[in-house]
Every structure is written in structure tokens, then in C-alpha cells.
């Protein structure tokens, strides 16, 4: 059913072949490096990926319009932009605090989707429902994605001073992405043994 929130929710994927383009056109990640438009749009089009999270739910609860579809498109939606923005970061820093974050968080939401899916096959799906937690630790992988994308200065704060900030937040979001994912995989085994 194609509705509005929909029709939202697949734009948002759609976004995401132009924001890998983007990540590579830019010459250099350096501050005051030439054609810093690039890496604003790179930067805007991640905000409107990840605002739209929020839009599409409230655009299905205000209309009425809640579907399958929609239950099923948002959370890959979320996936796919944190996936995608995770490994393009994963190439540009090859370093370890980037690199051992992003493979907790791609390995957690690989292990918590199958996880749903057995549940889903079994019956169970509403043991394992999204929690404050796994809503929290998405905001924050948002959030530190959009500080190590920013390779510009920002106000009073240096490109070096968004960086770190981007860091911690990755490595905050890596705590709650582990808690997450412990919490849903005790509630999965227990129906291994029922």
C-alpha cells in the first residue's frame, strides 16, 4: 500500500545512492580543503535521511496510515543509512575506533534482524518489540555518524573538536547498540527453550 509515510520512507532509501556518490566525490576530508559544498550536501542529505526517520512515523500515526509495508520499511530504512554511513567511514578512517565500533553495530542489527525474523516465524515477534533502548541507541548512531561525516569547522568548534566529539558519541552509541542487542537476545533464547 503506497501511502504517504511510504512514499516517504522510500525516498529515504532512494537518498542513499546519492549520498554514497557524494562521500566519494569529495577531494579531501581536510579542513579548507577546495569544493566544501560537496561535503555540506553530503551532510544535508544525511540529515534529511535520518529527520525523515521521525517524519514518516508521525505522517503514519497523524493520517491514520499505519501498513505492513511501513512496520517493515522504517527499521530498514534506519539500517541501511547507519549500514551504509558506517562502512564509508570504516573506508575513509581505517583505524580502529572506527573500525571495531562499526562492526559491533553492523553485527548487532544483522543478529537482532534475524533474531525478528525466527520470532516473527515462530509467532513471538512481540517479545522482542523496539525498546527506549534500541531508540536511543539508533538517535546516537545517528548523531555521532552526522559528527565524523562534518569535516568542517562549525561554529566555535574546531573540525579536530567535532571529530572527537564523533568519536565518543560512536563509542557511547557502541555501549547502547551492545546493551540492545543483549537485552533482545535474551528475550529470543527464552523461546528456544518453550
Known amino acids: 500500500m503506497m501511502t504517504i509515510p511510504n512514499m516517504v520512507t522510500l525516498s529515504r532509501i532512494g537518498l542513499l545512492p546519492v549520498f554514497v ?3 566519494y566525490l569529495q577531494p579531501n ?3 579548507g580543503e577546495p569544493l566544501a559544498w560537496i561535503n555540506n550536501s553530503l551532510v544535508a542529505i544525511y540529515v534529511l535521511i535520518s529527520s525523515t526517520d ?3 512515523g508521525l505522517l503514519a500515526r497523524k493520517l491514520n496510515q499505519i501498513s505492513d509495508l511501513g512496520t517493515f520499511l ?3 530504512a534506519d539500517k541501511l543509512m547507519v549500514c551504509t554511513a558506517l562502512i564509508l567511514l570504516t573506508d575513509y578512517y581505517q583505524t580502529w575506533f572506527i573500525t571495531i565500533p562499526s562492526i559491533i553495530i553492523i553485527s548487532r542489527e544483522i ?3 534475524a533474531l525478528r525474523e525466527w520470532m516473527s516465524e ?3 515477534r512481540a517479545n522482542i518489540s523496539v525498546s527506549w533502548i534500541g531508540k536511543s541507541k539508533t538517535f546516537m548512531q545517528m548523531i555521532a555518524i552526522l559528527f565524523l561525516l562534518f569535516h ?4 566555535i568548534f574546531s573540525y579536530n573538536e567535532i571529530n572527537m566529539m564523533g568519536r565518543v558519541l560512536l563509542f557511547s552509541a ?4 551492545l546493551w540492545s542487542g543483549i537485552k533482545y537476545l535474551i528475550a529470543g533464547l527464552k523461546t528456544f527453550d518453550s
Open 21 to 23: 556518490v557524494l562521500f
Open 29 to 31: 576530508y581536510l579542513e
Open 54 to 56: 521521525f517524519l514518516d
Open 74 to 76: 522504517d527499521p530498514v
Open 111 to 113: 543478529l537482532v534482524s
Open 122 to 124: 515462530i509467532g513471538k
Open 152 to 155: 568542517q569547522p562549525l561554529f
Open 174 to 177: 557502541t555501549i547502547l547498540t
